[in-house]
């Protein structure tokens, strides 16, 4: 089956750094994406992993596991812009499975 | 255009009543996918197409869902005889090329559906 696990919510104050994880089980495997989405908009690109590693970008990184079916997203310094939903994705052949996305709330 | 485009961004239907929903890739964008966002949860997959030809469509919840891209660009999402648990965001993507294993998919805004 398909399951992609990630929590369900977060809190986190200004200027900290918060880790996002995610677990998954697919039955196909074509990469791993990270999209962040505020309430009432599109889901938005954030990173890419196929290959085990860190990818960082900017202020945030993501990390992918393959053996383990794991990957985080981090996210430095963070902003109250930053509050939103992080949604975690597999590529799987011809489409995104989704995560239920986990909603992020930053604090001053 | 600038990005991918939705319209209308919000439709409320009375039960029974059949809606059209439209979507606008990114132009030149090969590959068009629709999904459906439950409140408080991921997009769930419906459909894909590769320029006009609708290669998967194993998302589609039931026979009253019709997706087409006739000429390989707009994209309508059609629902017949809709019913409440249709009410949900219907989110178009698209990428650019022709296989979209590894590439991004870009997001419209989505069409918020109510119906009652």
């Known amino acids: 089956g398909q399951n992609i696990d990630q929590p369900t919510e977060m809190t986190a104050t200004e200027g900290a750094i918060v880790q996002i994880n995610c677990t998954y089980q697919?039955?196909?495997?074509?990469?791993l994406f990270w999209y962040q989405q505020h309430a009432g908009e599109a889901p938005t690109f954030l990173s890419y992993n196929v290959l085990d590693g860190l990818e960082e970008k900017g202020r945030f990184s993501s990390f992918l596991s393959r053996s383990k079916g794991y990957s985080y997203l981090l996210l430095k310094e963070l902003q109250m812009k930053d509050s939103a939903s992080y949604l975690c994705a597999v590529s799987d052949t011809d489409k995104l499975i989704f995560g239920t996305g986990t909603r992020l709330q930053v604090f001053p | 255009g600038a990005g991918v485009s939705q319209s209308p961004r919000y439709k409320v239907a009375k039960r029974g009543q059949d809606v059209a929903l439209r979507c606008d890739p990114i132009?030149?964008?090969?590959?068009l996918f629709w999904y459906q966002q439950a409140l408080g949860q991921g997009p769930e997959f419906l459909t894909y197409f590769q320029n006009e030809a609708q290669l998967d469509k194993s998302g589609l919840p039931s026979d009253r869902f019709f997706a087409e891209r006739p000429e390989g660009s707009v994209s309508t999402l059609k629902i017949q005889r809709t019913q409440q648990e249709d009410s949900a965001v219907y989110l178009c993507a698209s990428s650019s090329m022709r296989d979209p294993l590894q590439e991004t998919q870009y997001f419209g805004p989505g069409t918020r559906l109510l119906v009652l």
């Open positions: 132009s030149g964008h090969v590959s």
């Open positions: 697919t039955s196909g495997f074509n990469g």
